[in-house]
């Protein structure tokens, strides 16, 4: 059981857009900033937002975060084969001070 | 460029010790700010923080294995390691180092950017 709470799947068609949400609590998304990983099948997470809305160098601006109160959501547009992949959410947990995650969300590009 | 790289045995025995260390070139590891950390994902679970280490030695350890957890960082050799005691099967996992960034004033920033490929350890007999 994850600390934060993500849908274990979602699918759209190619070009369309998705948004994933990731629901926490005043001690972790409330109060802190959210982070996003994209997760490839035998590769390394790889960061795609961090400071709840903020791109690292490289990540293309199809990709975006935003956060308000204790959820936060990850959108993507111009969905393409090559997003197909698990995103997870994280956080620090103020109370548990640990960094803790959501379930991951398996995005299927159909 | 920076990069990590763990090693370490791929196959441990149920109650015996875990150890793995991450190697990390393309930049120092005394940089403050950052915290080097290990993430685990298990079979068919999500990722699971293991906790992390200052190069000053100063660390944080999730709450639910911090009695199994030692972590030690070596400037001099730019490298960091985790031990973890008493494994079982449930240890079983693909296992991450990673380069924290931490701002510890509320609210609090944390996020890994770099990360290393993984390695894969398994607990059996």
């Known amino acids: 059981q994850s600390v934060l709470t993500q849908p274990p799947s979602v699918s759209a068609a190619p070009g369309q857009k998705i948004t994933i949400p990731c629901s926490g609590s005043t001690s972790d998304i409330g109060n802190n900033y959210v982070s996003w990983y994209q997760h490839l099948p035998g590769t390394a997470p790889k960061l795609l937002i961090y400071d709840n809305d903020k791109r690292p160098s490289g990540i293309p601006d199809r990709f975006s975060g935003s956060k308000s109160g204790t959820s936060a959501t990850l959108g993507i547009t111009g969905l393409q084969t090559g997003d197909e992949a698990v995103y997870y959410c994280g956080t620090w947990h103020s109370s548990l001070r640990a960094e803790v995650f959501g379930g991951g969300t398996k995005l299927t590009v159909l | 460029q920076l990069q990590l790289q763990e090693s370490g045995p791929g196959l441990v025995k149920p109650s015996e010790t875990l150890s793995l260390t991450c190697n990390v070139s393309?930049?120092?590891?005394?940089?403050?700010?950052?915290?080097w950390v290990w993430i685990r994902q298990t079979p068919g679970k999500g990722l699971e923080w293991i906790g992390g280490i200052y190069y000053s030695g100063n660390t944080y350890f999730n709450p639910s294995l911090k009695t199994r957890i030692t972590m030690s960082i070596d400037t001099s050799k730019n490298q960091f390691s985790l031990r973890l005691d008493s494994v079982t099967a449930a240890d079983t996992a693909v296992y991450y180092c990673a380069r924290e960034s931490w701002i510890l004033v509320p609210p609090m920033s944390s996020y890994m950017d770099v990360w290393g490929k993984g390695a894969t350890v398994t607990v059996s007999s």
């Open positions: 393309g930049g120092s590891i005394s940089g403050s700010q950052y915290y």
